[in-house]
Protein backbone atom coordinates (compact mmCIF):
# COMPACT_ATOMS: atom_id res chain seq x y z
CA UNK A 1 0.00 0.00 0.00
CA UNK A 2 3.22 2.18 -0.40
CA UNK A 3 1.56 3.82 -3.35
CA UNK A 4 -1.56 5.10 -1.33
CA UNK A 5 -1.28 8.79 0.16
CA UNK A 6 -0.81 8.96 3.90
CA UNK A 7 -5.01 9.16 4.80
CA UNK A 8 -5.55 6.34 2.70
CA UNK A 9 -2.80 4.23 3.51
CA UNK A 10 -3.81 4.42 6.87
CA UNK A 11 -7.67 3.95 6.65
CA UNK A 12 -7.35 0.60 4.76
CA UNK A 13 -4.75 -0.92 7.22
CA UNK A 14 -7.08 0.59 10.29
CA UNK A 15 -10.37 -0.99 9.04
CA UNK A 16 -8.42 -3.90 7.64
CA UNK A 17 -6.43 -4.49 11.27
CA UNK A 18 -9.25 -3.15 13.31
CA UNK A 19 -7.41 -0.97 15.47
CA UNK A 20 -8.78 2.51 16.32
CA UNK A 21 -7.01 6.09 14.89
CA UNK A 22 -6.45 8.34 17.84
CA UNK A 23 -5.75 10.89 14.93
CA UNK A 24 -6.29 11.83 11.27
CA UNK A 25 -3.52 10.48 9.77
CA UNK A 26 -2.32 13.17 7.97
CA UNK A 27 -3.15 16.34 6.30
CA UNK A 28 -7.18 16.40 5.91
CA UNK A 29 -8.57 17.17 2.80
CA UNK A 30 -9.72 20.38 1.23
CA UNK A 31 -11.67 19.72 -1.57
CA UNK A 32 -14.43 17.19 -2.37
CA UNK A 33 -12.03 16.03 -5.29
CA UNK A 34 -9.19 15.48 -2.82
CA UNK A 35 -11.62 13.82 -0.75
CA UNK A 36 -13.06 11.41 -2.78
CA UNK A 37 -9.37 10.92 -4.83
CA UNK A 38 -8.82 9.38 -1.13
CA UNK A 39 -11.62 7.48 -1.00
CA UNK A 40 -10.99 5.90 -4.58
CA UNK A 41 -7.71 5.05 -4.04
CA UNK A 42 -8.88 3.02 -0.72
CA UNK A 43 -11.29 1.70 -2.54
CA UNK A 44 -9.18 0.08 -5.39
CA UNK A 45 -6.86 -1.50 -2.58
CA UNK A 46 -9.50 -3.02 -0.66
CA UNK A 47 -10.11 -6.93 -0.78
CA UNK A 48 -13.43 -7.13 -1.66
CA UNK A 49 -15.50 -5.41 -4.46
CA UNK A 50 -18.00 -2.86 -3.49
CA UNK A 51 -21.74 -3.64 -3.81
CA UNK A 52 -23.45 -1.20 -2.77
CA UNK A 53 -23.08 2.77 -1.51
CA UNK A 54 -24.05 4.91 0.94
CA UNK A 55 -25.44 8.39 0.56
CA UNK A 56 -25.16 11.00 3.61
CA UNK A 57 -26.14 14.11 4.00
CA UNK A 58 -24.08 18.09 4.40
CA UNK A 59 -25.46 20.22 6.27
CA UNK A 60 -25.91 23.78 7.00
CA UNK A 61 -22.87 26.58 5.22
CA UNK A 62 -21.12 23.12 3.38
CA UNK A 63 -23.91 22.90 1.27
CA UNK A 64 -23.00 26.50 -0.37
CA UNK A 65 -19.71 25.59 -0.07
CA UNK A 66 -19.10 22.25 -1.70
CA UNK A 67 -21.98 22.71 -4.52
CA UNK A 68 -23.52 19.52 -3.05
CA UNK A 69 -26.24 18.62 -0.10
CA UNK A 70 -24.76 14.56 -0.05
CA UNK A 71 -21.93 12.78 -0.35
CA UNK A 72 -20.88 9.53 -0.86
CA UNK A 73 -19.03 5.90 0.74
CA UNK A 74 -18.74 2.00 -0.29
CA UNK A 75 -20.47 -0.73 1.13
CA UNK A 76 -18.24 -3.84 0.56
CA UNK A 77 -19.79 -7.30 -0.30
CA UNK A 78 -19.08 -9.02 2.79
CA UNK A 79 -20.64 -5.60 4.61
CA UNK A 80 -24.12 -6.05 3.09
CA UNK A 81 -26.43 -8.81 5.51
CA UNK A 82 -29.80 -10.10 5.15
CA UNK A 83 -32.48 -9.44 7.70
CA UNK A 84 -34.26 -11.95 9.38
CA UNK A 85 -36.11 -13.04 12.41
CA UNK A 86 -32.76 -13.31 14.37
CA UNK A 87 -30.36 -10.55 15.45
CA UNK A 88 -27.68 -9.71 13.83
CA UNK A 89 -24.38 -8.92 15.04
CA UNK A 90 -22.92 -5.69 13.10
CA UNK A 91 -19.04 -4.71 13.51
CA UNK A 92 -18.03 -1.53 14.75
CA UNK A 93 -14.55 -0.25 15.74
CA UNK A 94 -13.41 0.01 19.56
CA UNK A 95 -12.08 3.16 20.02
CA UNK A 96 -13.94 4.54 17.14
CA UNK A 97 -17.19 5.74 16.08
CA UNK A 98 -20.29 3.86 16.07
CA UNK A 99 -23.52 4.49 14.99
CA UNK A 100 -27.22 2.75 14.07
CA UNK A 101 -29.38 4.18 11.13
CA UNK A 102 -32.52 3.36 10.11
CA UNK A 103 -32.94 3.72 5.93
CA UNK A 104 -34.57 2.97 2.99
CA UNK A 105 -32.33 0.89 0.69
CA UNK A 106 -32.60 1.15 -3.25
CA UNK A 107 -31.49 -1.62 -5.23
CA UNK A 108 -30.72 -0.79 -8.64
CA UNK A 109 -32.93 -2.87 -10.98
CA UNK A 110 -30.68 -3.34 -13.97
CA UNK A 111 -27.00 -1.57 -14.90
CA UNK A 112 -26.57 2.09 -15.41
CA UNK A 113 -26.33 3.40 -19.15
CA UNK A 114 -22.11 3.66 -19.66
CA UNK A 115 -21.30 6.99 -20.19
CA UNK A 116 -24.62 8.85 -18.54
CA UNK A 117 -23.26 11.13 -16.04
CA UNK A 118 -26.78 13.22 -15.40
CA UNK A 119 -29.74 11.94 -14.52
CA UNK A 120 -33.39 13.71 -14.29
CA UNK A 121 -35.37 12.42 -11.65
CA UNK A 122 -37.78 10.66 -14.38
CA UNK A 123 -34.22 8.43 -15.26
CA UNK A 124 -33.53 8.07 -11.98
CA UNK A 125 -36.86 6.12 -11.26
CA UNK A 126 -36.92 3.79 -14.05
CA UNK A 127 -33.63 2.13 -13.44
CA UNK A 128 -34.95 1.22 -9.37
CA UNK A 129 -35.44 -2.44 -9.12
CA UNK A 130 -37.07 -2.80 -5.38
CA UNK A 131 -36.95 -0.32 -2.50
CA UNK A 132 -36.36 -1.54 1.31
CA UNK A 133 -36.15 -0.84 4.92
CA UNK A 134 -32.72 -1.06 6.11
CA UNK A 135 -30.05 -0.58 8.88
CA UNK A 136 -26.80 1.27 7.92
CA UNK A 137 -23.74 0.80 10.38
CA UNK A 138 -21.74 4.37 10.71
CA UNK A 139 -18.35 2.97 11.81
CA UNK A 140 -14.81 4.37 11.33
CA UNK A 141 -11.60 3.84 13.61
CA UNK A 142 -11.14 7.75 13.59
CA UNK A 143 -13.55 8.59 16.75
CA UNK A 144 -13.44 12.38 16.06
CA UNK A 145 -14.51 11.72 12.21
CA UNK A 146 -17.81 13.93 12.49
CA UNK A 147 -16.33 16.52 13.85
CA UNK A 148 -14.24 18.46 10.82
CA UNK A 149 -16.95 17.78 7.71
CA UNK A 150 -18.12 16.27 5.48
CA UNK A 151 -14.51 15.95 3.90
CA UNK A 152 -12.88 14.29 6.26
CA UNK A 153 -16.11 11.79 6.55
CA UNK A 154 -15.65 11.47 2.24
CA UNK A 155 -11.76 10.13 3.13
CA UNK A 156 -12.90 7.11 5.25
CA UNK A 157 -15.06 5.34 3.18
CA UNK A 158 -17.98 8.08 3.72
CA UNK A 159 -17.61 6.14 7.77
CA UNK A 160 -19.82 3.59 6.32
CA UNK A 161 -18.99 -0.18 7.83
CA UNK A 162 -22.43 -2.19 6.91
CA UNK A 163 -25.83 -2.77 5.94
CA UNK A 164 -28.62 -4.38 6.89
CA UNK A 165 -31.27 -4.84 4.33
CA UNK A 166 -34.29 -5.81 5.48
CA UNK A 167 -37.91 -6.40 3.83
CA UNK A 168 -39.31 -4.73 0.45
CA UNK A 169 -41.57 -1.49 1.42
CA UNK A 170 -44.73 -2.83 0.73
CA UNK A 171 -46.46 0.04 -2.10
CA UNK A 172 -43.56 1.77 -2.30
CA UNK A 173 -44.07 2.38 -6.24
CA UNK A 174 -46.06 5.45 -5.51
CA UNK A 175 -43.16 6.68 -3.76
CA UNK A 176 -45.28 9.02 -1.59
CA UNK A 177 -42.70 8.41 1.51
CA UNK A 178 -44.76 10.59 4.08
CA UNK A 179 -46.40 7.11 3.97
CA UNK A 180 -43.29 5.14 5.31
CA UNK A 181 -42.77 5.99 9.10
CA UNK A 182 -39.11 4.85 10.93
CA UNK A 183 -38.59 4.48 14.26
CA UNK A 184 -35.62 3.95 15.57
CA UNK A 185 -35.02 1.99 19.03
CA UNK A 186 -31.54 1.90 20.66
CA UNK A 187 -30.98 -0.30 24.20
CA UNK A 188 -34.67 0.02 24.28
CA UNK A 189 -35.21 3.95 24.15
CA UNK A 190 -36.94 4.94 20.90
CA UNK A 191 -34.32 7.79 19.75
CA UNK A 192 -36.12 8.59 16.81
CA UNK A 193 -39.18 8.91 14.59
CA UNK A 194 -40.18 10.08 11.29
CA UNK A 195 -41.13 9.23 7.56
CA UNK A 196 -39.04 8.77 4.55
CA UNK A 197 -39.87 12.45 3.12
CA UNK A 198 -37.48 14.09 5.78
CA UNK A 199 -34.62 13.79 3.27
CA UNK A 200 -34.38 16.42 0.89
CA UNK A 201 -35.67 15.36 -2.26
CA UNK A 202 -36.41 11.88 -0.39
CA UNK A 203 -34.63 8.75 -1.25
CA UNK A 204 -35.00 9.25 -4.52
CA UNK A 205 -32.54 12.37 -5.07
CA UNK A 206 -30.11 9.95 -2.86
CA UNK A 207 -30.36 7.41 -5.36
CA UNK A 208 -29.94 10.01 -8.57
CA UNK A 209 -27.15 11.78 -6.60
CA UNK A 210 -25.21 8.46 -6.46
CA UNK A 211 -26.00 7.25 -9.81
CA UNK A 212 -23.98 10.82 -11.11
CA UNK A 213 -21.26 10.32 -8.48
CA UNK A 214 -20.03 6.67 -9.17
CA UNK A 215 -20.65 7.29 -12.78
CA UNK A 216 -18.39 10.23 -12.71
CA UNK A 217 -15.70 8.13 -10.44
CA UNK A 218 -15.54 5.49 -13.18
CA UNK A 219 -17.62 3.00 -11.15
CA UNK A 220 -21.31 3.11 -12.27
CA UNK A 221 -23.75 1.07 -10.49
CA UNK A 222 -24.81 -2.25 -11.80
CA UNK A 223 -27.87 -4.04 -11.34
CA UNK A 224 -28.59 -5.33 -7.65
CA UNK A 225 -26.47 -2.67 -6.17
CA UNK A 226 -27.66 -1.81 -2.76
CA UNK A 227 -27.77 2.40 -1.92
CA UNK A 228 -28.58 3.30 1.59
CA UNK A 229 -30.11 6.64 1.37
CA UNK A 230 -29.97 8.10 4.01
CA UNK A 231 -30.93 8.83 7.61
CA UNK A 232 -34.60 8.89 8.14
CA UNK A 233 -34.91 9.22 11.94
CA UNK A 234 -31.28 10.75 12.40
CA UNK A 235 -27.82 9.45 13.09
CA UNK A 236 -27.61 7.55 16.36
CA UNK A 237 -24.43 7.00 18.09
CA UNK A 238 -23.56 3.95 19.92
CA UNK A 239 -21.58 1.40 21.40
CA UNK A 240 -20.19 -2.18 21.11
CA UNK A 241 -22.75 -3.86 22.75
CA UNK A 242 -25.81 -2.00 22.02
CA UNK A 243 -29.28 -3.54 20.48
CA UNK A 244 -31.26 -1.61 18.25
CA UNK A 245 -34.25 -2.38 16.51
CA UNK A 246 -35.66 -0.13 13.60
CA UNK A 247 -39.10 -0.52 12.16
CA UNK A 248 -40.28 0.56 9.07
CA UNK A 249 -43.79 0.86 8.17
CA UNK A 250 -45.57 -2.62 6.45
CA UNK A 251 -41.85 -4.70 7.04
CA UNK A 252 -40.76 -6.66 9.77
CA UNK A 253 -38.82 -5.48 12.64
CA UNK A 254 -35.03 -5.39 12.29
CA UNK A 255 -32.72 -6.22 14.81
CA UNK A 256 -28.97 -5.68 15.06
CA UNK A 257 -26.17 -5.74 17.91
CA UNK A 258 -22.87 -3.91 17.60
CA UNK A 259 -20.13 -6.39 18.15
CA UNK A 260 -16.53 -5.39 18.31
CA UNK A 261 -14.68 -5.37 14.51
CA UNK A 262 -11.88 -7.47 14.06
CA UNK A 263 -10.12 -9.10 10.92
CA UNK A 264 -11.86 -12.13 10.57
CA UNK A 265 -15.05 -10.06 10.19
CA UNK A 266 -13.52 -8.30 7.20
CA UNK A 267 -12.90 -11.56 5.20
CA UNK A 268 -15.64 -12.51 2.22
CA UNK A 269 -18.15 -14.57 2.99
CA UNK A 270 -21.61 -15.48 1.70
CA UNK A 271 -24.52 -13.81 3.12
Not at 62 to 68: H, S, V
Not at 79 to 90: D, H, L, N
Amino acid sequence: MSHLSPPAQAFVAARLGAVALPDYPGRMPETLDEAYLIQDAAIRSWPVPVAGWKVGRINGDDIARFGTDRLAGPIFKDQIYRAGTEEIGMPVFAGGFAAVEGECVIVAGVDAPAGKFDYTTAEAIALIGAIHAGVEIASSPFSAINDHGPLVTISDFGNNNGLLIGEELPDWRPLDFTLIPFETVVDGQVVGRADASIIPGGPIESFRFMLENAARRDMPLTRGMAISTGAVTGVHAARIGSQATVRAHGTADMHVRLVGANAKLLETSSR
